[in-house]
Protein backbone atom coordinates (compact mmCIF):
# COMPACT_ATOMS: atom_id res chain seq x y z
CA UNK A 1 0.00 0.00 0.00
CA UNK A 2 1.19 3.29 -0.96
CA UNK A 3 2.10 5.91 1.89
CA UNK A 4 -0.52 8.53 0.65
CA UNK A 5 -3.31 5.42 1.11
CA UNK A 6 -1.67 4.95 4.52
CA UNK A 7 -1.93 8.65 5.63
CA UNK A 8 -5.10 8.85 4.13
CA UNK A 9 -6.99 6.24 5.98
CA UNK A 10 -4.88 6.86 9.38
CA UNK A 11 -6.49 10.91 8.56
CA UNK A 12 -9.90 9.35 7.99
CA UNK A 13 -9.70 6.99 11.05
CA UNK A 14 -8.54 9.82 13.43
CA UNK A 15 -11.62 11.63 12.31
CA UNK A 16 -14.23 8.97 12.58
CA UNK A 17 -12.47 8.01 16.04
CA UNK A 18 -12.48 11.67 17.53
CA UNK A 19 -15.59 12.03 15.91
CA UNK A 20 -17.33 9.27 17.78
CA UNK A 21 -16.00 10.05 21.10
CA UNK A 22 -17.23 13.84 20.62
CA UNK A 23 -20.50 11.90 20.79
CA UNK A 24 -20.43 9.02 23.14
CA UNK A 25 -18.95 10.76 25.89
CA UNK A 26 -21.06 11.84 28.62
CA UNK A 27 -18.89 14.68 29.89
CA UNK A 28 -19.87 17.68 28.17
CA UNK A 29 -16.35 19.51 28.27
CA UNK A 30 -14.79 16.11 26.68
CA UNK A 31 -17.13 16.09 24.27
CA UNK A 32 -15.94 19.46 22.89
CA UNK A 33 -12.42 18.87 23.21
CA UNK A 34 -12.98 15.81 21.03
CA UNK A 35 -14.69 17.88 18.68
CA UNK A 36 -11.82 20.13 18.67
CA UNK A 37 -9.58 17.48 17.65
CA UNK A 38 -12.28 16.09 14.97
CA UNK A 39 -12.04 19.34 13.40
CA UNK A 40 -8.25 19.70 13.69
CA UNK A 41 -8.57 15.81 12.06
CA UNK A 42 -10.60 17.55 8.97
CA UNK A 43 -8.44 20.73 8.51
CA UNK A 44 -5.22 17.91 8.49
CA UNK A 45 -7.27 15.81 5.97
CA UNK A 46 -7.56 19.24 3.73
CA UNK A 47 -3.67 19.57 4.12
CA UNK A 48 -3.56 16.65 2.60
CA UNK A 49 -5.56 17.68 -0.06
CA UNK A 50 -2.99 20.01 -0.97
CA UNK A 51 -6.08 22.74 -0.22
CA UNK A 52 -4.09 24.63 2.42
CA UNK A 53 -6.25 27.28 1.96
CA UNK A 54 -9.28 25.74 3.16
CA UNK A 55 -7.75 24.16 5.60
CA UNK A 56 -6.50 27.95 6.76
CA UNK A 57 -10.10 28.21 6.92
CA UNK A 58 -11.23 24.85 8.87
CA UNK A 59 -8.79 25.77 11.51
CA UNK A 60 -9.78 29.08 11.68
CA UNK A 61 -13.15 29.49 11.70
CA UNK A 62 -14.51 26.40 13.25
CA UNK A 63 -11.15 25.36 15.15
CA UNK A 64 -10.64 28.80 16.50
CA UNK A 65 -13.78 29.90 16.29
CA UNK A 66 -16.73 27.62 17.00
CA UNK A 67 -15.34 25.45 19.02
CA UNK A 68 -13.89 28.16 21.48
CA UNK A 69 -16.97 29.85 21.55
CA UNK A 70 -18.37 26.75 22.72
CA UNK A 71 -15.79 25.61 25.36
CA UNK A 72 -16.34 29.39 27.00
CA UNK A 73 -19.97 28.62 26.82
CA UNK A 74 -19.70 25.40 28.98
CA UNK A 75 -17.11 27.16 31.08
CA UNK A 76 -19.70 30.53 31.99
CA UNK A 77 -22.65 28.29 32.25
CA UNK A 78 -20.67 25.90 35.19
CA UNK A 79 -21.09 23.04 33.76
CA UNK A 80 -18.26 21.94 32.52
CA UNK A 81 -17.48 18.63 34.89
CA UNK A 82 -21.40 16.95 35.47
CA UNK A 83 -22.12 14.39 33.28
CA UNK A 84 -24.92 14.44 31.06
CA UNK A 85 -27.72 12.36 31.14
CA UNK A 86 -27.44 8.71 29.97
CA UNK A 87 -29.66 8.34 26.37
CA UNK A 88 -32.74 6.41 26.28
CA UNK A 89 -32.25 3.29 24.71
CA UNK A 90 -35.11 3.97 22.33
CA UNK A 91 -32.89 6.88 21.38
CA UNK A 92 -29.28 4.74 20.96
CA UNK A 93 -31.96 2.39 18.40
CA UNK A 94 -33.06 5.11 16.44
CA UNK A 95 -29.61 6.63 16.18
CA UNK A 96 -27.87 3.28 14.95
CA UNK A 97 -30.81 2.80 12.54
CA UNK A 98 -30.03 6.54 11.04
CA UNK A 99 -26.29 5.89 10.86
CA UNK A 100 -26.66 2.20 9.31
CA UNK A 101 -29.64 3.40 6.89
CA UNK A 102 -27.23 6.79 5.85
CA UNK A 103 -24.42 4.66 5.60
CA UNK A 104 -26.25 2.48 3.37
CA UNK A 105 -27.52 4.92 1.36
CA UNK A 106 -24.01 6.57 0.67
CA UNK A 107 -22.40 3.42 -0.02
CA UNK A 108 -25.72 2.82 -2.65
CA UNK A 109 -24.67 5.91 -4.13
CA UNK A 110 -21.20 5.84 -4.74
CA UNK A 111 -21.74 1.91 -6.00
CA UNK A 112 -23.71 3.21 -8.55
CA UNK A 113 -21.73 5.98 -9.71
CA UNK A 114 -19.48 5.77 -12.99
CA UNK A 115 -16.42 7.26 -11.88
CA UNK A 116 -14.97 7.98 -15.31
CA UNK A 117 -11.41 10.91 -15.67
CA UNK A 118 -12.21 14.36 -16.18
CA UNK A 119 -10.94 16.37 -19.01
CA UNK A 120 -11.15 19.69 -17.45
CA UNK A 121 -8.54 22.14 -16.75
CA UNK A 122 -8.06 21.50 -13.15
CA UNK A 123 -8.91 24.53 -10.72
CA UNK A 124 -6.77 27.08 -9.55
CA UNK A 125 -6.21 26.86 -6.23
CA UNK A 126 -4.22 30.13 -5.30
CA UNK A 127 -4.69 32.58 -2.15
CA UNK A 128 -5.04 35.06 -4.91
CA UNK A 129 -8.11 33.90 -7.07
CA UNK A 130 -9.87 32.38 -4.27
CA UNK A 131 -9.54 35.57 -2.47
CA UNK A 132 -11.34 37.19 -5.89
CA UNK A 133 -13.40 34.87 -6.35
CA UNK A 134 -14.91 35.10 -2.80
CA UNK A 135 -15.42 38.68 -2.79
CA UNK A 136 -16.69 38.35 -6.27
CA UNK A 137 -20.14 39.44 -6.98
CA UNK A 138 -20.12 37.88 -10.84
CA UNK A 139 -21.56 34.31 -12.01
CA UNK A 140 -18.60 32.88 -10.02
CA UNK A 141 -18.61 34.69 -7.15
CA UNK A 142 -18.76 33.12 -3.55
CA UNK A 143 -19.81 36.84 -1.70
CA UNK A 144 -23.48 35.07 -0.30
CA UNK A 145 -21.59 32.01 1.21
CA UNK A 146 -18.87 34.42 3.23
CA UNK A 147 -21.48 36.41 4.24
CA UNK A 148 -23.46 33.17 5.61
CA UNK A 149 -19.99 32.25 7.58
CA UNK A 150 -20.18 35.28 9.24
CA UNK A 151 -23.89 35.46 10.16
CA UNK A 152 -22.87 31.93 11.21
CA UNK A 153 -20.33 33.23 13.63
CA UNK A 154 -21.97 36.29 14.64
CA UNK A 155 -25.01 33.38 15.67
CA UNK A 156 -22.35 31.39 17.98
CA UNK A 157 -20.91 34.93 19.57
CA UNK A 158 -24.98 35.78 20.57
CA UNK A 159 -25.56 32.40 21.76
CA UNK A 160 -22.57 31.86 23.72
CA UNK A 161 -23.38 35.66 25.03
CA UNK A 162 -27.43 34.54 25.90
CA UNK A 163 -26.10 30.99 27.72
CA UNK A 164 -23.36 33.05 29.95
CA UNK A 165 -25.90 35.52 31.25
CA UNK A 166 -27.42 34.50 34.16
CA UNK A 167 -31.11 35.87 34.99
CA UNK A 168 -31.17 36.93 38.79
CA UNK A 169 -34.35 37.79 40.46
CA UNK A 170 -34.97 41.57 41.42
CA UNK A 171 -34.98 42.04 45.27
CA UNK A 172 -37.11 44.14 46.52
Known amino acids: MAVSAVLFYSISAFILVTGLLAVTTRKIFRSA ?55 FRKRILVSLLAVLSGFSLTYQFIYRYKFVPSSHVPIDVRVANIGSQMLSTSAHGYILPFELVSILLLAAMIGCIVIAIKINPVKK
Open 33 to 87: IWLLFSLIGIAGLYFWMQMEFIAAVQVVVYVGGIVVLIIFSIFLTQQSGQEMLKP
